[in-house]
């Protein structure tokens, strides 16, 4: 049975996720409440779980192509 990824707005996968999709560099973080307005947690404090959230976050936009297009 595959890991259940939690995508809830400010964790780890929606932060990958953005990141790729606002061209920001991969550096794993996430929230832990609503982003920007709660404390950051960065990659060092990270769990081996939550760092691969992260990364599926991030290829799941990659794999979409779902990129902002800035004008």
């Known amino acids: 049975m595959p890991k259940k990824i939690h995508t809830r707005h400010g964790g780890a996968f929606d ?3 953005a990141d790729y ?3 920001r560099p991969f550096d794993p973080h996430y929230f832990i409440g609503d982003t920007y307005s709660s404390p950051k947690i960065e990659a060092s404090s990270m769990t081996e779980e939550e760092l691969e959230a ?3 976050g991030w290829d799941d936009a990659e794999a979409h192509g ?3 297009e800035w004008r």
């Open 15 to 17: 932060r990958g996720s």
């Open 21 to 23: 999709y606002y061209s």
């Open 54 to 56: 992260y990364q599926a």
């Open 66 to 68: 779902d990129r902002k």
